[in-house]
């Protein structure tokens, strides 16, 4: 039984107990039902530490906590690269990849130090979107609560809240004193929560031992880099607006067309650069200097990957999200959890594409490695547009936590495509602004809100948008209503000679006879041809008339169609009518769009004209038993 359950998780609870662990190493166990997260509360100096015992936080410094080491969680992943590591064999040791708020959770002895390390979502390399308190707080107790629940070891998580002087800037100061407070008391929805000082908490905290051979080849130039304590003057903290102002575009350059810097040499943009004064423009220049001459090409004032990455600092504490992300994208950021927020889609059936809208998509339908996820993002998104990289990236993730939180809000929808998402969110947001504002302008917490009020709006809440709005929205999102493939499976069988839609054919055969009703991929294979439609309002259109379609089909079973149906063919034919109808000299698609579905004059109405006068032109299967026929 020890050998095909080797860390005891299908041992009864007696059998647990008597085992006897060896602390030295990891010790697995099952989640008690009184699991309390321990947590220690890091000021970066000593003036924040101040500042925060006015309002009852007893908080500590890097500093105060010695001998024990506080690293950023990329030093543990050095660390993490020497184990298993062996020249001779070839062995390389761990990826290089981000450790999760689990393995932050543990205290770590290697060569003799004490290490507890923070969680990524602190570290300021990482994402941007740390950067917003709101974000932040919530990331914050969504890893609290994932530590609470997954823990498996056998001492207590110890969780490590870096407290920055930039979280008590602006507005947002109350949201983070609010989640400190609530720690401070005891919990939160369920999670015990213990406060305390890092060495009273150690005797009871779960301690990881890394053992490892360090090579030759590396020994010497091993050095590992822990927080230190922020030296600061004793003046109070600086708020968001006293801040310098972001400095916008000059108005006489804001409509230059950026494609003429191309046509420069470097010396030139080198010289044009330092005359620059806004955020934007010196970004663009560097990014440009950048691809042509690397990270590493020499400007008056620095390199050019560490000027474009002060500029990505700067903004990010003056809340200017659109040259944040302008900056993240040339960079090459990159969100440490796409991943797992795909393979979260993936696991509940969806595919995702990822792409801009209007262009070419990559469809992602089995789990990838980090590395190649963000390969795609930026080969399939960066050339049209410089910051739906990062805004794609944010927006996977939030699909991530949405699908598993609040899976209610994906039905009817098989294939995420996320810069459709984005085209919706940004065409729902002027429409509720009364504005053209790019939402790449909003905070990554503003973005979170757009995402969700687009997934759970419905035709109640849509009641003050146009038919033609409406059509945008659930085209954009790829919505279909219940048993819509069932439906079209049914359209098939009484279709000898297939469907053709968006230039794609569908033949009944061998479709008919290689899939059934609950087959995965005949649903696929109707979104693939519904993929190839480059306007979401006639995607939706689409939609509407194959359940047309299918419900005139149900409820004559003699009727079926003599030739190939075009969709596109039928929509045009549609269109006619609606024209002569409104005594049209043109064709206005988007006048059709915008009528209701339903009514003497609905798309409805004139789609069934045209589906009953095709079907009526074919064959009619007199074998059926009809109550009308006279024997």
Same mark, same amino acid.
């Given at each position: 039984m020890d050998q095909l359950d080797p860390i005891g998780r299908y041992h009864s609870k007696a059998t647990v107990r008597k085992q006897k662990h060896n602390t030295r190493y990891s010790a697995f166990e099952g989640t008690p039902e009184d699991m309390t997260v321990q947590m220690v509360f890091i000021a970066e100096s000593k003036r924040l530490q101040a500042t925060l015992a006015t309002y009852g936080i007893v908080?500590?410094?890097?500093?105060?906590?010695?001998?024990?080491?506080?690293?950023?969680?990329? =030093?543990?992943?050095? #660390?993490? *690269?020497l184990l298993g590591c062996n020249e001779k064999l070839g062995l390389t040791g761990r990826p290089l990849r981000p450790v999760g708020s689990l393995g932050t959770s543990k205290i770590y002895?290697?060569?003799? &130090?004490?290490i507890l390390c923070y969680p990524l979502t602190f570290d300021r390399t990482d994402f941007y979107m740390s950067e917003d308190i709101s974000m932040l707080v919530d990331d914050i107790k969504s890893q609290v609560a994932i530590v609470r629940n997954s823990w498996k070891m056998s001492g207590r998580p110890t969780f490590c809240v870096l407290i920055r002087e930039d979280h008590f800037r602006g507005s947002h100061k109350p949201e983070m004193l609010d989640m400190l407070v609530m720690f401070k008391r005891g919990g939160y929805d369920g999670v015990r929560v213990r406060v305390d000082r890092l060495q009273t908490l150690l005797a009871s905290s779960f301690i990881e031992h890394l053992d490892c051979q360090v090579p030759l080849s590396i020994e010497s130039s091993l050095d590992f880099k822990p927080l230190q304590e922020l030296n600061v003057s004793q003046l109070p903290l600086k708020s968001e607006e006293t801040m310098e102002a972001p400095v916008e575009a000059e108005e006489e350059n804001q409509d230059w067309d950026t494609q003429e810097l191309d046509h420069k040499s470097t010396f030139e943009l080198d010289e044009e650069l330092e005359k620059k004064q806004s955020s934007y423009w010196q970004s663009t220049y560097l990014a440009l200097l950048m691809k042509r001459e690397g990270p590493n090409h020499m400007t008056r004032f620095g390199t050019v990957g560490s000027r474009l990455d002060t500029i990505y600092q700067k903004a990010g504490m003056q809340? +200017?999200?659109?040259?944040? &992300?302008?900056?993240?994208?040339?960079l090459r950021k990159v969100r440490d959890s796409l991943a797992?927020?795909? *393979?979260?889609?993936? #696991?509940?059936?969806?595919?995702v594409t990822i792409g801009v809208f209007g262009h070419d998509e990559a469809v992602i339908s089995k789990p990838l490695p980090p590395t190649e996820i963000a390969s795609i993002l930026y080969s399939k998104c960066l050339v049209n547009n410089v910051c739906e990289p990062v805004l794609q990236q944010e927006v996977i993730y939030l699909l991530g936590k949405l699908i598993t939180n609040k899976p209610h809000l994906f039905d009817g929808i098989l294939k995420i495509r996320v810069g459709w998402i984005v085209q919706a969110m940004q065409t729902e947001y002027a429409i509720v602004n009364g504005s053209s504002k790019n939402i790449y302008t909003l905070s990554p917490s503003q973005i979170k809100d757009e995402l969700h009020n687009i997934l759970s709006a419905n035709m109640l809440n849509l009641r003050n948008r146009t038919w033609l709005q409406r059509r945008k929205l659930n085209g954009a999102l790829n919505r279909?209503?219940?048993?819509?493939? +069932? &439906?079209?499976?049914?359209?098939?069988?009484?279709?000898?000679?297939?469907? *053709?839609?968006?230039?794609?054919?569908?033949?009944?055969?061998?479709?008919?006879? %290689?899939?059934?009703?609950?087959?995965?991929?005949?649903?696929?294979?109707?979104? =693939?041809?519904?993929? &190839?439609?480059?306007?979401? =309002?006639?995607?939706q259109i689409i939609v509407e008339l194959l359940t047309v379609i299918s419900t005139i089909l149900k409820r004559n079973p003699e009727l079926e169609f003599s030739e190939k149906? +075009?969709? +596109?063919?039928?929509?045009? %034919?549609?269109?006619?009518?609606?024209?002569? %109808?409104?005594?049209?000299?043109?064709?206005?698609? =988007?006048?059709?769009?915008n009528t209701p579905t339903l009514g003497v004059n609905g798309t409805t109405s004139y789609m069934s004209k045209v589906v009953v006068k095709v079907l009526l032109n074919g064959c009619i299967d007199s074998h059926q038993s009809d109550p009308c026929t006279v024997s």
């Open positions: 908080t500590q410094t890097p500093t105060q906590v010695e001998p024990i080491e506080i690293w950023p969680p990329s =030093e543990l992943v050095k #660390v993490y *690269t002895r290697f060569l003799g &130090r004490t809340k +200017d999200w659109y040259i944040v &992300r302008l900056c993240a994208s040339h797992p927020s795909i *393979t979260s889609m993936l #696991v509940r059936g969806k595919q279909t209503p219940p048993n819509f493939y +069932d &439906r079209v499976l049914d359209i098939l069988a009484r279709t000898p000679k297939g469907i *053709t839609m968006a230039g794609s054919h569908l033949p009944q055969q061998p479709t008919l006879s %290689d899939m059934t009703i609950t087959d995965l991929n005949f649903a696929l294979r109707i979104e =693939e041809m519904l993929s &190839r439609i480059k306007h979401p =309002e006639y995607r149906v +075009d969709m +596109d063919a039928i929509i045009n %034919d549609a269109l006619n009518e609606f024209q002569k %109808d409104q005594q049209a000299s043109e064709s206005k698609p =988007e006048a059709f769009y």
